[in-house]
């Protein structure tokens, strides 16, 4: 199946622990993207990768660093967890200004 | 600053019914609109992606339509069904590579 995927789904974890995420496409897209979603339901943009390159990076806290091995992987890499990071985490790609297609999502929560 | 507002925030209608859904969004040079839906607890589904040469989508019983200049979408659902029930995104490409989302509409559709 065409797509993308994100592991894992569910992630509990304790405060100041590090943890990853990882993400995957295979539609052949140049952009990969991490959004979160917070409790509200308000979906932001964090990070956004073109071919392996990162070409947009809001005001996300320095703890958080994604990694692109190749333009098919967009991993994100949490260190020193906070309460505060508890959300949904989603992948994302698309290729040039076409349409976006979206991983299923992360769910963290820092206890 | 560049914003996507979706009015209402929530909605319930009786199955059969038509309904619109309304994005309006700031600044007019998009690159384009892109709509989703988003079920509890789930991922998000790509409905609809209108260009900004484009008036106007179509997908079965969904009907997005796009006015740039009054910065304003409707979707619109014909002869609603309870398995149409979901928060629905309205999201818009400006310049770079990034989708700046509204907040959603949670739609009912009661049997």
């Known amino acids: 199946d065409t797509a993308v995927s994100q592991t894992p789904k569910y992630l509990v974890t304790q405060m100041g622990n590090d943890k990853s995420i990882k993400c995957e496409q295979n539609?052949?897209?140049?952009?990969m993207y991490w959004y979160k979603q917070d409790s509200k339901k308000f979906l932001k943009i964090m990070f956004s990768?073109?071919?392996?390159?990162?070409?947009i990076n809001e005001t996300v806290p320095n703890r958080f660093s994604p990694k692109s091995p190749d333009k098919a992987h967009l991993n994100l890499h949490i260190n020193s967890l906070e309460l505060g990071d508890s959300a949904v985490y989603f992948c994302?790609?698309?290729?040039?200004?076409?349409?976006?297609?979206f991983g299923s999502g992360t769910r963290l929560t820092v206890v | 600053k560049q914003e996507v507002t979706q009015i209402p925030a929530a909605l319930s209608v009786p199955e059969g019914e038509n309904l619109v859904l309304n994005c309006s969004f700031t600044?007019?040079?998009?690159?384009?609109l892109q709509w989703f839906r988003q079920d509890p607890g789930k991922g998000l589904t790509s409905l609809l992606l209108?260009?900004?040469?484009?008036r106007e989508q179509t997908s079965g019983r969904l009907n997005a339509s796009l006015d740039k200049s009054s910065g304003r979408s409707t979707l619109y659902i014909a002869a609603s069904q309870p398995g149409d029930s979901a928060t629905y995104l309205c999201?818009?490409?400006?310049?770079?590579?990034?989708?700046?989302f509204g907040t959603g509409t949670r739609l009912t559709v009661i049997p």
């Open positions: 999201a818009v490409t400006w310049g770079a590579n990034n989708l700046f």
């Open positions: 994302a790609s698309s290729q040039a200004q076409g349409s976006y297609t």
């Open positions: 539609l052949g897209h140049d952009t």
């Open positions: 209108i260009q900004s040469s484009q």
């Open positions: 600044d007019s040079a998009i690159y384009n």
């Open positions: 990768y073109n071919n392996k390159e990162l070409i």
